[in-house]
């Protein structure tokens, strides 16, 4: 098993170097200006940076980069208020894969993370948990195909869902992206 490399200074010097002008452009399609849209980038280099030692290089950092800018532009919108939300419909604002594409080597990562998260739970909650949110079958559906009580159910799903957070956590904004498509 590979040891983690962390953040050190050259690549964070390589990171902004390969970064910093695309990330600009990227926020700019949210701000509409050119400054703030520096300001925020800076911003999340400056936030990377401070994190350094904490940042596993073996996980995607340039999805990292591009998620913190996405979510900074939307507070810096929102703390603004120079937009009009009809505007911004109109506008359809991209997301993270307007900076990134979707990188398959990440995507099936995950997808097996989450594979064997599943796996890990107990047989019952993982039986509950499938049929939740693979058969998108409601509480009472589950209940009656399965014979127990709604209560159990939720029960079974809070108990499987706090597992998948713990597990999946550091990859929560990907997860919710990558099932939204």
Known sequence: METPRFLDEIAFEELFRNHFKGLIHFAVTY????EAAR???QEAFLNLWEKRERIDLSKPVKSYLATAVRNRC???LRDHKKFSHDLLD??????ND???QPDRLVEADIREKITG???ELPEKCREIFVLSRSENLKYQEIADRLQISVKTVEA???KALQHMRNRLGEYL???VIMLLR
Do not use: T
Not at 31 to 34: A, L, N, P, R, T
């Open 98 to 100: 307007y900076y990134e």
């Open 173 to 175: 904004s990907v997860v």
């Open 31 to 34: 701000v509409k200006d050119g």
């Open 117 to 119: 998260s599943i796996g």
């Open 39 to 41: 300001e925020i980038v």
């Open 90 to 95: 109109l506008e359809q604002l991209p997301g």
């Open 156 to 158: 079974q799903m809070s």
């Open 74 to 76: 939307l507070n810096y």
